[in-house]
Each structure stands twice: as structure tokens, then as C-alpha cells.
């Protein structure tokens, strides 16, 4: 089936930095979604992205569909506290019909 | 609104015990599903449904079974409980078949344990 990886895997940075992670896929997607898992809890969406070079922001996240489709790449600027998680990447391809494909998941950790 | 709600939010099992767990959304959504999170894998979809009376198997479905009855419940079960089997388990519904305009609600999860 369709493979997603996502980099990388876990992050450990101070309160204020930024943060980048990205997703590539071996097939192209129709829709790229980001979600974000806090502990303990179900995934929220974040974004969501339907076409390619598509940028969007969501507050302090920004997130942008591949020109190629294949990829996505989630932004998080001067990270703080709550932004500790697990982000998921997942994608949608038309042919798949209901099924979504998800990343392996970032876990975020911010140190004040 | 509730939203999804899963019961129980955590379970121990003996391998080879049986146990429903259970999905309700308030929603009318139309499309749910079930899946299972493992470390470092993502989220894998064991089976879902687009409505009464329709299921389907998704990535992972061995060992599991679903029915829908009702729009809105979906619950899930484990017929004889394997070690392999220990995740946790998210339920999702959507208001249709998914699409880029259809994104998934996910419950709070349910973390299931086979000894």
C-alpha cells in the first residue's frame, strides 16, 4: 500500500525556536492533512491542504502542499509549551477511495 | 455536542478473552471508522463504514470485527484477544465519504492491553 515518512521523528527544542518536519510520500496525494495528538488524546486537524503549491497558515503553523504531490512540509514558529504533541501527516489520493495514509508521527517536545 | 465518544479509555485483556469496545457519535456523520496507533507507525485503518448496514475492511482488519446498525454507533471487536493486538485504538467518524472536503473527528481513544 501507499507509504508515508515523515521527518523526523522526534524533536526536543527550546521554548521560541522554530520548528519544521515534512512528510514525503512514493505516490501522489489529492490532499495533505496535519494533525496534532496531545497526550493522552485523540488527533485534532490543523490543516488542510487540497491543492498543489497550496500555503496555508493556521496561526503559528504554516503548511505547504508539494508541487509534486508527493510532499508536505508543517511549520511551527516561536514554539511554546502547549505545542508538545504528536503531528501527523496524512494524505488522500482519489483512488483510494476511504482511506487515509498516515505518517509515523513527530513528537514535539519544548523546553521552557 | 459530545463528539466521538470511545469506551473504555483503557482495558486488560488475557490473550485469547473477547471484548467489544465501543463508538458513539452525536454528529450524523455518515462515514466511521476504526483505527489502531503503534509506535512509530502512524494510524492504521482496521475497518469502516459509510453508513447502516455498510462495512468495510481497511489496512489491518484481521482479528477484528465491526457492524453498524445504527448511524450512530460503531463498535468493535475482538474475538479472541492477541499480544499483537495491544495499541490504542481511535475511532473516527466524518461527515461523508472521505475527500478533501470530509475530514475525520477522532474520539479520545482507547488503550487496550493482551497479556
Known amino acids: 500500500g501507499q507509504q508515508l515518512n515523515q521527518s523526523p521523528q522526534s524533536m526536543f527544542i527550546q521554548e521560541g525556536e522554530d520548528v519544521s518536519m515534512n512528510c514525503t510520500s512514493s505516490s501522489i496525494f489529492n490532499t495533505w492533512l496535519w494533525y496534532k495528538q496531545d497526550p493522552g488524546e485523540g488527533p485534532v486537524l490543523l490543516i488542510a491542504?487540497?491543492?498543489?503549491?497550496e500555503l496555508t497558515s493556521n496561526g503559528r503553523l504554516t503548511a505547504q502542499f508539494g508541487i509534486t504531490r508527493k510532499d508536505s512540509f508543517l511549520n511551527i514558529s516561536a514554539s511554546i509549551p502547549s505545542d508538545v504533541g504528536i503531528y501527523f501527516c496524512a494524505g488522500h489520493s482519489v483512488g483510494a477511495g476511504n482511506m487515509l495514509t498516515f505518517g509515523g508521527g513527530t513528537r514535539l517536545m519544548v523546553k521552557p | 455536542n459530545a463528539g466521538v465518544t470511545q469506551t473504555p479509555k483503557f482495558q486488560v485483556l488475557k490473550t485469547g478473552q473477547s471484548m467489544t469496545l465501543q463508538c458513539a457519535q452525536d454528529m450524523n456523520h455518515e462515514y466511521m471508522s476504526w483505527y489502531r496507533q503503534d509506535p512509530g507507525m502512524g494510524l492504521r485503518l482496521i475497518h469502516y463504514?459509510?453508513?447502516?448496514?455498510?462495512?468495510d475492511q481497511g489496512e489491518v482488519p484481521n482479528g477484528y470485527n465491526v457492524s453498524r446498525s445504527t448511524t450512530e454507533d460503531f463498535p468493535l471487536r475482538l474475538l479472541s484477544a492477541a499480544p499483537s493486538q495491544t495499541s490504542v485504538y481511535f475511532c473516527?467518524?466524518?461527515?461523508?465519504?472521505?475527500?478533501?472536503?470530509?475530514?475525520?473527528?477522532f474520539g479520545a481513544g482507547s488503550r487496550l492491553t493482551v497479556l
Open positions: 491542504l487540497y491543492k498543489a503549491g
Open positions: 463504514s459509510v453508513g447502516a448496514g455498510i462495512t
Open positions: 473516527a467518524s466524518s461527515r461523508g465519504q472521505i475527500s478533501g472536503a470530509n475530514v475525520l473527528t
